[in-house]
């Protein structure tokens, strides 16, 4: 039998036997969420669905006043939509790779603009680094979660885990990082000189400073989530 016959071509991408996971990678780009009660996904991110589950876009106080203004100031980067039913529920994201991280009671940081879907055990909160050089770069946003549940994050291609030690801190760039361990706290700083200003710079003027003890999440692509005013 040849490998590009239509049976192949069927036997290779046909929908993988389940496990027993809430959340499963169909591929590493595609992920199936087994629906029984609701889910808080990525808001433009569902591509398929089986059974009956019905999508409500988050209401603006849904989660607190709190929470309501700050997501006034963060776009549409962490834009939510809750899926309800039963179902086999499929979420894609402009084809990034996807990696699913069960918390049992950890917490991560991640980019709200990486975040495709959470389970709703999960405890959430937006946070701004606030600096001089946060607001010169126009502010960075990021949601924490925290809990047990399942929480998907998408990158461009394959992710690179760096550790943080306390002797070795880790500098990256803001359009290139994903996540990092919530017990840290980065500094987001510039370096900024005449060249930069005159468009002589090495375009690398922003950087995140991780120090202590943690790991980042960065992805070999830079996704520009936010620009410098």
Do not use: C
């Not at 876009?57 to 939510?80: D, P, V, Y």
């Not at 405890?123 to 001089?132: A, F, M, V, Y």
């Not at 990158?155 to 306390?166: A, E, N, R």
């Amino acid at each position: 039998m040849s490998i590009y016959s239509l049976s192949s071509f069927i036997q290779n991408y046909s929908q993988k036997p389940d496990v027993i996971e809430p959340f499963q990678l169909e591929s590493d780009h595609m992920l199936k969420v087994d629906l029984n009660g609701d889910v808080w996904i990525k808001t433009g991110t569902m591509i398929a669905y089986k059974g009956v589950i019905k999508f409500s876009r988050e209401k603006m106080f849904e989660h607190g006043l709190g929470k309501a203004i700050k997501k006034s100031f963060t776009g549409e980067g962490a834009s939510l939509t809750k899926a309800q039913g039963r179902g086999e529920l499929f979420l894609a994201d402009n084809g990034k790779r996807i990696s699913i991280i069960n918390l049992a009671s950890n917490s991560i940081t991640v980019n709200g603009n990486d975040i495709l879907a959470f389970s709703p055990s999960i405890n959430w909160d937006i946070k701004l680094i606030n600096s001089l050089s946060g607001i010169m770069a126009g502010g960075l946003f990021n949601m924490k979660l925290g809990g047990s549940g399942y929480v998907a994050i998408t990158t461009y291609y394959k992710p690179l885990i760096l550790m943080v030690t306390p002797d070795k801190p880790i500098a990256t760039d803001p359009n290139a990082t994903v996540a990092w361990s919530s017990n840290l706290t980065p500094e987001l700083k510039t370096d900024i000189s005449l060249r930069t200003f005159l468009g002589r710079g090495s375009g690398e003027s922003l950087q995140m400073l991780f120090r202590g003890q943690g790991f980042v999440v960065v992805q070999p692509y830079e996704e520009i989530t936010f620009q410098a005013n």
